[in-house]
C-alpha cells in the first residue's frame, strides 16, 4: 500500500514522498526532487526501507540525473556542459526485492557518469569518469564492464579545405574492472583515429574517396599471456563510396511524388593485423542493417579494427514530396560481396568467409505526418530462408 504526496515547492520546483507499507518486509518511503533553472535541470530519487524484515539489514536506492553548462568566463572553455548520473543501491538483491522502484535502479548493471564537455573551434573535448556497480548473484554471476577511470577524448571536424575533409579523433581511457570475473589485465589505451576524405558531389551523384589511420598504444598492470606488459597497433583504412541519383515525378494515389533511383557502391581495404592477444575492453560487433553495411569497420569500441577487403552495392528508391522534399517511403536492397576471410574477430567468435553476405531488403513509410512505419529483412541466399 503507498500513498503519494505532491508538494509543489515552485514553478520550476516539486517534489514527491510517497509512504509505502509492504506486508512482509516492513515500512518505507520513496522521495522525488524535480528541478529545472535556466542553466541546469535534473532530479533525485532516493528510495528508503530503515528495516526489512526479510533480510536483516536497511535497504536503499539512490537515481539521479543533472545536466547543465556552466560558464567558465574563460575564451579557452568557454561554456562547460556538465552531465551526472548517479545509480546505487544497497545490496545485490534490491533488484529483485523491489521492482517497482526506479526502472534505473531494477537492472543488475548500475551506471555512474559524471562528465564535462566543452568545445574550441572545431575542436569538441570531453573528461569522463564512468564507474559500474554490479549486482551480482551466485547462480548467474554476470562478467562487469570496464569503469574508465578517468577518460580524455578529444575530437576535430575540418570541412571544405582545398575541397578535403579532415577529421581526428583521441581518446585516453583508463580500464578498470574485476581481473578474476573478465580474465583480462587492466590497463590504459591511448587510441587515435586520423582521417581524411575528398567528396566529389553533382546533382546526379558523388564519388568519395577517404583515408584512415586508426594507432593503438596499450599499458597494462599485469603481462599478457605473451609475457608482454604494453603493446601497439596501426591499420591503415582505404575506402571508396559511389553513388548515382535518377528522380522522375510520378503520381501515386492521386498524390503528386517525385521518385529517386540511387544504386550505390562501397569498397574498403583494411589490411590483417593480429589483434588476438589484445584485450576487449570496449568493442563489439556491429548490428548488421542497411546502416552499417557501408561503415568500415566491423565493430564498434577501438580494441578491434576488423581486415576487410570488400564490396558492398545496393540500390535504394524514395518517395519524395517535391514541394517539401519530405520522404514519403522508402525501399532499398543492399549485399555484401568479400573477397577474403575476415580474420580479426571478438574472443568466441568464428571468421567470416568471404563470399556473398546475406541480403538485406528495408523499407519505411511516412505517408502521414503524425506516422511512420519501418521494416527490414535479413535473408540467407543460401538456404533461401530469412534470417529474421
Known amino acids: 500500500m503507498s500513498a503519494p504526496y505532491y ?27 524535480r528541478y529545472v533553472e535556466q542553466d541546469y535541470r535534473g532530479q533525485a530519487r532516493l528510495n528508503l526501507m530503515p528495516s526489512d524484515s526479510l533480510r536483516p539489514q536497511s535497504r536503499w536506492g539512490l537515481s539521479t540525473q543533472h545536466t547543465g553548462s556552466l560558464d567558465t568566463g574563460l575564451d579557452a572553455f568557454g561554456r562547460l556542459g556538465v552531465g551526472l548520473t ?49 549486482l551480482q548473484d551466485v547462480t548467474a554471476p554476470i562478467i562487469p564492464p570496464y569503469d574508465r577511470l578517468p577518460q580524455f577524448s578529444t575530437s576535430y571536424v575540418g570541412g571544405n579545405q582545398a575541397g578535403f575533409n579532415y577529421a581526428v579523433n583521441a581518446d585516453f581511457t583508463r580500464f578498470q574492472s574485476d581481473p578474476t570475473r573478465t580474465l583480462q589485465a ?19 551523384g558523388f564519388l568519395t574517396p577517404k583515408v584512415q589511420l586508426h594507432a593503438t598504444q596499450y599499458q597494462f598492470d599485469s603481462a599478457l599471456a605473451n609475457g608482454e606488459t604494453s603493446a601497439r597497433r596501426v591499420v591503415p583504412t582505404f575506402s571508396l563510396d559511389s553513388g548515382l541519383v535518377f528522380e522522375r515525378d510520378t503520381n501515386l494515389f492521386g498524390r503528386n511524388l517525385r521518385q529517386t533511383l540511387e544504386p550505390r557502391a562501397f569498397y574498403v581495404n583494411t589490411p590483417y593485423r593480429d589483434q588476438s592477444m589484445l584485450p576487449n575492453y570496449d568493442s563489439g ?30 540500390v535504394t528508391t524514395r518517395l519524395l514530396d ?29 571468421p567470416a ?23 527490414t529483412v535479413q535473408f540467407n541466399p543460401t538456404t533461401e530462408q530469412s534470417v529474421r
Do not use: C
Not at 515547492?9 to 526532487?33: C, W
Not at 573535448?125 to 564507474?131: D, F, I, P, S
Not at 525501399?331 to 568464428?350: E, H, K, Y
Open 186 to 204: 587492466n590497463g590504459q589505451r591511448g587510441f587515435a583515429l586520423l582521417q581524411a576524405s575528398y567528396p566529389m558531389r553533382s546533382g546526379g
Open 353 to 375: 568467409q568471404n563470399g556473398v553476405s546475406d541480403l538485406l531488403l528495408g523499407g519505411s513509410v511516412h505517408w502521414d505526418p503524425r506516422w511512420s512505419m519501418d521494416a
Open 322 to 350: 517535391p514541394a517539401t522534399g519530405a520522404e514519403a517511403a522508402r525501399l532499398g536492397v543492399a549485399q555484401r560481396l568479400r573477397f577474403s576471410d575476415q580474420n580479426v574477430t571478438l574472443p568466441g567468435d568464428s
Open 86 to 134: 548517479l545509480n546505487r543501491v544497497s545490496d545485490d538483491n534490491y533488484w529483485r526485492d523491489f521492482t517497482r522502484t526506479s526502472g534505473s535502479l531494477t537492472q543488475r548493471l548500475l551506471a555512474n557518469d559524471a562528465t564535462l564537455s566543452w568545445r574550441n573551434g572545431d575542436w569538441m573535448n570531453r573528461v569522463r569518469t564512468l564507474k559500474w556497480q554490479t
Open 285 to 314: 560487433a556491429n548490428d548488421f542493417n542497411l546502416a552499417t553495411v557501408y561503415t568500415e569497420n566491423a565493430f564498434v569500441g577501438n580494441d578491434r579494427i576488423s581486415d576487410n577487403n570488400l564490396l558492398t552495392l545496393g
Open 7 to 33: 508538494v509543489n515547492i515552485a514553478p520550476n520546483r516539486d517534489a514527491t514522498i510517497t509512504p509505502y507499507l509492504m506486508s512482509k518486509r516492513g515500512a518505507s518511503v520513496d522521495s522525488e526532487f
